[in-house]
């Protein structure tokens, strides 16, 4: 889900690199020592699973784990992202610098507004699962919504290709949501603390 360069207008690219160095300020403000190995794995999880793609018009449909990225980041995601993103445009031409700001702020902006709806779910042995479903959906939802807004206001003209994007990524709304849903529920059995559960009594548990 990259937007490449010479497409969008100049208040949008301006915007996203604003919003994504705020995001990424508080990201590296957030994290802490014990995350920085997590991090790091997430960020070249990404980096991977983006790179098998299937462009489609200015973007490209792929795996994003930016859901589950959310749910074990939280804000921490913003910096993972972008790392990810600034290696992905120097050694593959992926997106581009003067796009950079924008594609992180639709990926880990996104990402957000699904891990803050569901993340509370988490403490529930009987929403995990379907916290973790919905957290991925939306957050793929999300971006690809972002995506076809940033693309709309630059110009009308890309209406239907905005449409053409957001449908594009149905499927990939369904994978993800499974992904992070097996993920969540794998951690929450063997390593509950990186979901932040040993932090408070889980639901029914114990």
Do not use: Y
Not at 54 to 77: E, K, Y
Request: charged share 10%; net charge neutral.
């Amino acid at each position: 889900m990259h937007l490449s360069e010479g497409i969008l207008s100049g208040p949008i690219l301006l915007a996203g690199g604003v919003f994504a160095v705020m995001g990424t300020a508080i990201g590296l403000r957030k994290i802490d020592q014990e995350r920085i190995m997590t991090t790091a794995l997430l960020s070249a999880a990404f980096f991977v699973a983006s790179l098998v793609h299937v462009p489609i018009g200015p973007g490209s449909v792929h795996l994003l784990l930016n859901g589950l990225m959310a749910l074990l980041l939280g804000w921490g995601c913003f910096p993972a992202i972008l790392v990810a993103l600034s290696l992905q445009a120097i050694f593959f031409q992926f997106g581009g610098f003067t796009v950079l700001g924008v594609n992180v702020v639709i990926i880990a902006g996104s990402a957000l507004v699904g891990s803050f709806f569901f993340r509370p779910w988490l403490g529930d042995p009987k929403k995990r699962a379907v916290a973790g479903f919905l957290a991925g959906f939306l957050s793929v939802a999300c971006a690809a919504l972002f995506m076809a807004l940033a693309l709309v206001t630059t110009d009308q003209n890309f209406l239907v290709t905005a449409r053409l994007v957001f449908l594009a990524h149905l499927p990939v709304m369904v994978v993800e949501g499974m992904i992070t849903m097996f993920v969540v529920s794998f951690l929450a059995r063997v390593q509950p603390e990186i979901l932040g559960l040993d932090q408070h009594k889980r639901v029914g548990e114990g």
